[in-house]
């Protein structure tokens, strides 16, 4: 990992390439530095002008005494080789290269070979492709964005340079504070993970905020220890990995799901969009609730019931409790006015009507969580609510979460600048504004995780034994006996099953093991589709039956493929119960990764399921059967209800062996009240030579 400290508390900074130009960017990040009030040492290095903006200037960085803080690089890139050695023989700390010419345009020699020098010199690089960066804190912009920045607690990473840019000055209008803004471009060195860990421990900095498009290296980013709110809205949803993948997982897997997999994990919040991701980022600074009880103070029914059903759309709950509700709230209304909670305080309430009721729910143990909403009525000044509900905030200490919604016109949007301004997050928008809400209980949950260090398991000898015999007979794909004996291995569930030879020991094994119903597989290396040749056979009810059966399933396949190896057959006894899917895949940047999802006739069409990448625990395994859509049908569907803690060890099964193999599918996994059972699993090895994948993590 590298050190960022350099680039928020430099002490001495060089811009190379600070033109007297006021058209070119070397110039603008000169001014911005000076006109943003840095106090360190400022360094222009120029080869002509002896002097840039007031400021001595230096033909090289040759010339300057050694220990320059921090560098910036702005000239052509053709260059830029060159000044970064410089860097190296000045003992620069940290480099940010503006320029833009390297791996984007797939110049990628040349931009490792700046990383070289980073790497060799103990430099941190920061770039290139970027448009700076800017800490409020330190007084620093040394970026060509606009000069000012709207000074709070978020700290603002960004991939796209044109985009934060264009949001430096939309967060000023928005009244959306910034500790910090980085452009991290091309990441040809420091990456989110260096930036998250520096801002972690920086007490000006209450949220994190990434926009990214792709993460470069997805071993080292499962590291990252998220210690503060973290939101994160990742663009570029792609189906890579679904296309070049044939087995059913991988075939509903596609990178973006994977992603979503590691943020859950990680415990960092994805948004969908801007919106979101800043309305989320400004809502984190709130404090967190002590609870789940939600309380609604409006003057309007009609948003009231709206902003009811968006709480119970994400999952907030609100307070219910009729009679404490009427003591309470009774005195701040009229008699027309409804405690049911929303508390409606009725379309004449004024801002005195509003103080008595927001008093209480900030005073009140039992309110968790206050919601206020405002509809803009001629007999109430939407400002006057605005500062009640700031100087009500404020007085009680700020303890538990307020979230504001007001719809009205121009006076209404002044009152909610006003409210953002005093972070108290307003938006004219009731699901915004729940939303906000919500995030902030999400981070909550995320908080009170247990986190443990993971390992990845060596891989039990006896199931590498079994891998080892099917690689001998120049197969990587196991047989169905195969796969059950190792699902056996490792701990999965399955209904009982054995593997036979004749039809006189499948009568034996059925009636000791108590199999009936049950059915009935042909087991051969060159039959791929069994259904075809009539190598499979359900519900087989008795001895008699199976004995028959068996002989003339020979017979059929004899005839049908007189030359397919016919071991024998395996026998399983028949289970009901709701199908789900459990699967692994390995993702070209994150490794083995876990899928679950419900099975059947639709998985492929919904693609309901969700993922873990190698390793997680038991939690973890739970969360990710509560991610699919269809979670309620797990709770009770047709008398049948599923069995999570044999879903879970399935889980925590499968994932030990997930980094040595390709693939496996466990279609289905019946699941009913008394258990999970794997009632078939196919499992493909890595060609041999090819590497434990998620290594180290
Ligand atoms: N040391 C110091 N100064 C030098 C050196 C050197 N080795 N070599 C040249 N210079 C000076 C030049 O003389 C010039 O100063 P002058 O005006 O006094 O003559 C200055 O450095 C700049 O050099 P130019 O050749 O004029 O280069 P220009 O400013 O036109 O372009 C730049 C340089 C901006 C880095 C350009 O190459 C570039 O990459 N532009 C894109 C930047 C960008 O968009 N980054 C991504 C941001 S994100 C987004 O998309 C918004």
Redesign the pocket.
């Known amino acids: 990992m590298k050190n960022v400290d350099v680039f928020f508390q430099p002490k001495r900074i060089a811009v ?6 006021s ?5 603008q990040i000169l001014k911005n530095i000076i006109d943003g009030g840095y106090e360190g040492e400022i360094i222009p ?5 002896p002097e ?1 903006l007031g400021h001595k200037a230096y ?3 040759s010339d300057v005494a050694p220990g320059v803080d921090m560098v910036v ?5 053709h ?2 080789l ?2 970064m050695q ?1 860097c190296a023989r000045c003992k620069a700390k940290g480099v940010a290269i ?4 390297f791996g984007e345009v797939g110049k990628i020699k040349e931009e490792l070979e700046l990383k070289k020098i980073a790497d060799d010199n103990n430099i941190s690089l920061l ?6 960066l800017a800490y409020a804190p330190a007084k620093l912009n040394a970026s ?2 606009p000069k000012d920045i709207y000074p709070g607690k978020i700290a603002f990473i960004t991939q ?6 264009g949001l430096m000055g939309w967060t000023v209008m928005k009244k959306i504070g910034l500790a910090a803004l980085v ?1 991290l ?1 091309n990441k040809s060195d420091v990456d989110e993970l260096d930036m998250i860990h520096y801002f972690n421990k920086d007490k000006n900095v209450d949220v994190i905020l990434i926009y990214m498009e792709g993460i470069k290296d997805g071993i080292k980013f499962l590291k990252t220890k998220i210690e503060k709110p973290t939101v994160v809205l990742k663009v570029g949803r792609s189906s890579r990995g679904a296309k070049a993948a044939a087995s059913h997982t991988g075939s509903l897997s596609g990178s973006d799901k994977i992603y979503d997999a590691v943020f859950n994990q990680l415990g960092i919040m994805r948004a969908s969009t801007f919106t979101e991701a800043f309305s989320w980022a400004r809502a984190l600074s709130l404090p967190s609730p002590t609870g789940d009880d939600v309380v609604i103070i409006t003057n309007g029914g009609g948003i009231g019931v709206a902003t009811t059903d968006e709480c119970e759309n994400q999952g907030l709950k609100i307070l219910d409790d009729p009679e404490w509700l009427e003591t309470k709230f009774r005195p701040t209304m009229p008699d027309f006015g409804s405690t049911k909670n929303p508390i409606d305080v009725t379309g004449g309430a004024g801002v005195e009507g509003y103080r008595k009721a927001i008093e209480i729910a900030l005073a009140e143990e039992k309110v968790k969580s206050v919601i206020v909403l405002y509809c803009e009525t001629a007999v109430t000044d939407p400002m006057g609510i605005a500062e009640c509900i700031t100087e009500l905030y404020d007085a009680s200490g700020r303890q538990k979460p307020v979230v504001v919604s007001m719809v009205g016109g121009e006076r209404t949007r002044d009152a909610l600048t006003y409210l953002n301004a005093n972070n108290i997050p307003g938006s004219s928008l009731v699901d915004g504004t729940v939303s906000a809400l919500k995030i902030v209980h999400t981070w909550r949950d995320i908080k009170a995780r247990q986190k443990s260090e993971l390992v990845i398991e060596q891989l039990p000898a006896k199931i590498n034994d079994v891998f080892d015999a099917v690689r001998k007979e120049g197969r990587d794909i196991l047989m169905e006996h195969e796969a059950r004996l190792v699902m056996e291995l490792c701990g999965v569930p399955t209904p009982p099953w054995a593997f036979v030879q004749s039809a006189d020991e499948a009568v034996k094994v059925a009636d000791q093991k108590q199999m009936y119903p049950l059915a009935m597989k042909i087991a051969s290396p060159d039959i791929v589709h069994k259904t075809d040749v009539g190598g499979v056979v359900l519900n087989i009810r008795d001895g008699q039956e199976l004995r028959e059966k068996f002989n003339s399933m020979m017979e059929k396949i004899k005839q049908k493929q007189p030359t397919a190896k016919l071991l024998g057959v395996n026998l399983i006894k028949m289970v009901s119960g709701i199908e789900c899917i459990i699967g692994t895949t390995t993702d070209p940047q994150f490794g083995a990764a876990v899928m679950f999802g419900l099975g059947g006739v639709f998985v492929e069409a919904l693609k309901d399921v969700a993922f873990r990448v190698v390793p997680f625990d038991e939690k973890e395994a739970e969360r990710l059967i509560g991610e699919i859509k269809a979670k309620k049908i797990l709770e009770g569907f047709r008398g049948m209800s599923a069995d999570k803690p044999s879903i879970i060890k399935t889980l925590i099964a499968i994932q030990k062996l997930a980094p040595y193999v390709k693939e496996i599918d466990i279609n289905p996994l019946l699941t009913n009240q008394n258990g999970s059972y794997a009632v078939d699993a196919r499992i493909v090895l890595k060609s041999e030579g090819s590497s434990t994948s998620n290594h180290g993590h």
Not at 16 to 21: L, N, Q, R, T, Y
Not at 45 to 49: L, T
Request: aromatic share 4%; proline share 6%; hydrophobic share 40%.
């Open positions: 190379v390439g600070a033109s007297a130009d058209k070119k960017i070397g110039h290095i120029n080869p002509s002008a840039v033909k090289s960085l690089i702005t000239i052509p890139s260059l830029v060159g000044a410089e503006i320029t833009s010419g770039g290139p492709n970027i448009f700076g060509f964005g796209s340079g044109a985009l934060g840019i452009n471009g």
